[in-house]
Structures are given as C-alpha cells and as structure tokens.
C-alpha cells in the first residue's frame, strides 16, 4: 500500500509523470511529423539558419565509410572540433578535440586518440552504434563551443548548457546541467552531472541535485558554490527557445542552450521527449507549470503564442518538493525521465 501513498503524495506535489508526460503534453501537442526535424541535428541547422538563431558550424558531414580513407583530407588542420552523430542523444558518441600531437588528436580531459581510433569511432557512428533507434547514421565534425568566463568555476573538464522546457510556447522550467569529473566532462545527469535549477523570472540559480537525487550546495570538483548564480544572457536565452519552439511546431519541446564565450547563447538541439529530472533539479512539479500556461492561454484564446510575458507566471505556478516527501517517491520522479533528460 505503501507505493499508492507515494503517487498521491506525487500528485499533490505536481509532479509530472512519464505516463502523464507522454499523453498530455507529447501526444496532445507535439505532432508525429515534427519529431525527425528535432531528431536530426543537420536539419535542425537548417532550422537554426532560417530563423537567425546561432548553432555551432558543421564542418564536415560524414555519411559513408569511403569517405574515412581520405580522414586526413575531411579534417584538414583542424585540432579543435567537436565529433558527434547526427541522430544520437544523451551525449552518446560525442567525442571534443582541443589539440593535436604527433601521436593522435587530444580530448578534452588530456587523453591522446590515434587517428586510427578516430577513424573507427567514426564507422561506429556511421553503422547507427549511438542513433535513435540503431539506424545508419551521419557523423558530423562540429564547431567546438568554448566555456563562458562565467561559468568556468562551476563546470569540470566540459561545457555547461541550459535546459528549457517550452510548453504551448510559454517556457515553463529551466535547469543548467553542469559537467563533472564523475561524469567525465559531460553535462549529463544520469551519468553523474549536476542538475541546478533556474528560476525562470529571474535567472539565478536556486537549488542543486547530482546522482540519486542528493542535494548539494557546491561543485565537488571546483567546490564552488552552485547556488544565487545569475545565468547570463537570460532573457536572451529564454527568446531563443520560444523561437525554436515555434520553429520545430512542437508544442512541448526541451532546448538545451550552450554559451560560447566569444558567440553568446547558441542553439544545441532540441528534444520533442524532454526528460522529467528537471523537477528534482528545481524541487518543484512541472504540473502547475503547465496548468498556470494553459489557463492564461485559454483566457486569451490563444493556442500557442509567444506574446504573453514569461517566467514570473510559470515560476509562481510551481510547487516545491518538501523535503518531507518519501524516498520510493522522489524514486519514482526520477525514473519517470527519458533518456534524453
């Protein structure tokens, strides 16, 4: 009986489920001939372009097995890229060069790759090792986005973004994912990033969790303090997901946004399945969120509009998660996100 107390005291919290999530908000708003236009980043920097939004330069598009004998040729002098599949998710298949050396190109975290591991790493992602579904894929050679001054004390060995949740056009939650040495430098909370969530109205950071759900006050690695941070160009950042979401006509979409620290806010894809571990980061439901965004829409007759004013309205809606809710239940939030979360 225990488990029936966990998903009422659940639903008082407002959170959002995953069952909940996938027929109110995905299937009643996000229409299935969207969902390859978010899926695949070449086409999503088609959209980016088209509507003045800035997203990383591909250099190179890989998209068969021929053309790896000439690797030397696609990459040029390049020491400083980004290689990534085109339909992958959660960071899988991503590897970020800083520099070369006569033994191999140079990640991130200092570790020297042959060019003959490259070339396979870039065969796995052409076979479909990491796309959505196990399909053939693309590889592409990206832009390499660099760390904004102000967030270096709070990220290790990779680049921070920013995750938001628009629904109806309205941005209703937003958290900054934070890379770790845990998590090898990315910015992924399953595999041991933070999550600190960003109150909408203000942009300052209010609350931070890492894996299972602890709530810390500091970076473990650069011990420095995650909270009262003033993300910036927040209103910017905010602008450039409601044009995303307009653009994609995904009515609930997540953006993540990296800052380059020369480019400013830069678009680096989007997810028609936002995850649900954005409510743990902010310790607060996502229902009231969305609740607050449908009746102010529906008093105006709108049914998707970025004309009414963000932030304030949505982050009043949310209610905090007390601290006195059962463990199994913050359990079963947590389980409830996708893996693109």
């Not at 304030?312 to 059962?326: G, Y």
Request: charge should be positive; aromatic fraction near 4%; hydrophobic fraction near 40%.
């Amino acid at each position: 009986m225990f488990w029936l107390f966990a998903a009422r005291r659940l639903r008082q919290l407002g959170i959002l489920g995953m069952n909940r999530r996938n027929a109110e908000c995905i299937l009643d708003h996000n229409p299935r001939g969207a969902f390859p236009i978010v899926d695949d980043k070449l086409r999503m920097q088609e959209v980016c372009c088209r509507i003045g939004v800035p997203t990383p330069e591909i250099y190179q598009v890989v998209r068969f097995v021929g053309q790896l004998r000439r690797l030397d040729e696609l990459l040029g002098q390049r020491s400083d890229f980004v290689i990534k599949p085109n339909r992958g998710s959660a960071g899988r298949g991503v590897l970020v060069f800083h520099g070369r050396s006569t033994a191999g190109l140079i990640r991130h975290n200092g570790e020297i790759v042959p060019l003959e591991t490259v070339r396979q790493h870039l065969s796995d992602i052409l076979s479909g090792m990491y796309s959505l579904g196990g399909r053939p894929d693309e590889a592409l050679v990206q832009q390499r986005v660099r760390l904004h001054p102000h967030l270096e004390s709070l990220a290790y060995q990779g680049i921070p973004d920013v995750r938001v949740v628009v629904y109806r056009g309205q941005p209703a939650m937003a958290m900054l994912r934070l890379p770790t040495r845990q998590s090898s430098g990315r910015a992924n909370l399953h595999q041991g990033g933070i999550g600190v969530g960003i109150d909408l109205a203000t942009g300052r950071t209010h609350h931070a969790v890492q894996r299972h759900h602890q709530r810390i006050a500091r970076h473990p690695d650069t011990q420095q303090p995650l909270l009262g941070h003033e993300v910036p160009f927040w209103a910017e950042i905010l602008q450039m997901a409601q044009r995303v979401a307009r653009a994609t006509g995904l009515g609930y979409v997540g953006v993540d946004i990296v800052i380059d620290a020369e480019q400013g806010p830069m678009l680096l894809e989007a997810n028609a399945r936002p995850g649900l571990a954005i409510q743990i980061a902010n310790h607060a439901g996502l229902r009231p969120c969305l609740q607050a965004i449908d009746a102010r829409l529906d008093a105006l007759g709108n049914s998707d509009t970025t004309s009414v004013p963000f932030g304030s309205e949505a982050a009043a809606a949310s209610v905090p998660v007390s601290s006195s809710v059962p463990k199994s239940a913050a359990t079963s939030a947590s389980a409830s996100t996708s893996r693109a979360a």
